[in-house]
């Protein structure tokens, strides 16, 4: 069962993946990988809310935490299209574009993944 959970998880993700790097190209153009850095940070703040819900609510089934984290953010989140990116960036010899990609990537999804943490280590109402 908890395959199957993985499986209509990571098809929820992708598909939103997709919308969003669509909607990006038709926003910012495609000399730049911004659906992807999109996806990494929102991804990184979701698994943040994530973990700190699971870290302060006991009793949320393991087959809730496949799906959303294994499951929807597996399938949402793109650090192989990432490096697929950056190579494409640096193949292109967009050396300045790949490195600010790459630590912007890097840097935004972990400020990203501890705000989300934050809100609950602060107090923050849980629904």
Same mark, same amino acid.
């Given at each position: 069962? %908890?395959?199957?959970?993985?499986? &209509?998880? $990571?098809?929820?993700?992708? $598909? &939103?993946?997709? %919308?969003?790097? +669509?909607?990006? @190209?038709? &926003? !910012?153009?495609?000399?730049?990988?911004? %659906?992807? #850095?999109?996806?990494?940070?929102? %991804?990184? +703040? $979701? @698994?943040?809310?994530?973990?700190?819900?699971? #870290?302060?609510?006991?009793?949320?089934?393991?087959? @809730?935490? /496949?799906? #959303?984290?294994?499951?929807?953010?597996?399938?949402?989140?793109? !650090?192989?299209?990432? *490096? +697929?990116?950056?190579? +494409?960036? @640096?193949?292109?010899? $967009?050396?300045? *574009?790949?490195?600010?990609?790459?630590?912007? *990537?890097?840097?935004?999804?972990?400020?990203? /993944?501890?705000?989300?943490?934050? /809100?609950?280590?602060?107090?923050?109402? #849980?629904?």
């Amino acid at each position: 069962m %908890g395959y199957l959970i993985v499986f &209509l998880g $990571a098809g929820i993700g992708g $598909a &939103l993946r997709h %919308g969003v790097n +669509l909607t990006s @190209m038709r &926003l !910012f153009g495609v000399d730049f990988p911004y %659906g992807t #850095l999109i996806v990494n940070v929102i %991804g990184s +703040l $979701a @698994m943040g809310v994530i973990a700190g819900y699971f #870290l302060f609510r006991t009793g949320v089934p393991q087959h @809730m935490r /496949l799906f #959303l984290t294994t499951g929807i953010l597996g399938g949402f989140t793109t !650090f192989s299209a990432f *490096s +697929l990116d950056t190579a +494409l960036l @640096m193949e292109r010899h $967009a050396y300045w *574009s790949a490195a600010i990609y790459v630590a912007g *990537s890097v840097i935004l999804s972990l400020v990203a /993944l501890f705000v989300g943490l934050s /809100l609950f280590r602060t107090g923050a109402p #849980l629904p």
